[in-house]
C-alpha cells in the first residue's frame, strides 16, 4: 500500500523557520506530483504549494517568497522550507502526493504560530 507520511511540524515563534518533510512509500506509478496543503481551524483545506515531477513549482499568493517546496526522487521526499512565519500560518499541513489517476493523503503535521 502506497503510505505518505508526514514530519517536521511543530510550534515556532513569528519570524521563525520550519521545514517539513514528507516520504512516500510503497507501490505508486510514475509519474506523480507532490504537494503541500494547509487546513486552519474552521477553514477550508487550502493549497500552500505544489511541485511536479518534472520540477515545476506552484504557490498560493500569501506564501510566496516565503516558503520553498522542493523534492528528493531518489528518496521520494518532499520538502517545505517555512520562512518568515506568520500566525496565519498555523494550521495542519498535509501531504498530497497525486498520480494521474489516483491521490494518496498523509495525516498531516501541526504547526503553530502564535500571535
Known amino acids: 500500500q502506497v503510505q505518505v507520511v508526514e514530519s517536521g511540524g511543530g510550534l515556532v515563534q513569528p519570524g521563525g523557520s520550519l521545514r517539513l518533510s514528507c516520504v512516500v512509500t510503497?507501490?505508486?506509478?510514475?509519474?506523480?506530483?507532490m504537494g503541500w496543503y494547509r487546513q486552519a481551524p474552521g477553514k477550508q483545506r487550502g493549497l500552500v504549494a505544489t511541485i511536479t515531477s518534472l520540477g515545476t513549482t506552484n504557490y498560493t499568493e500569501s506564501v510566496k517568497g516565503r516558503f520553498t517546496i522542493s523534492r528528493d526522487s531518489a528518496k521520494s521526499t518532499a520538502y517545505l522550507q517555512m520562512n518568515s512565519l506568520k500566525p496565519d500560518d498555523t494550521g495542519v499541513y498535509y501531504c498530497l502526493v497525486a498520480t494521474a489517476g489516483q491521490g494518496y493523503w498523509g495525516q498531516g503535521t501541526q504547526v503553530t504560530v502564535p500571535s
Open positions: 510503497g507501490t505508486i506509478s510514475s509519474p506523480y506530483g
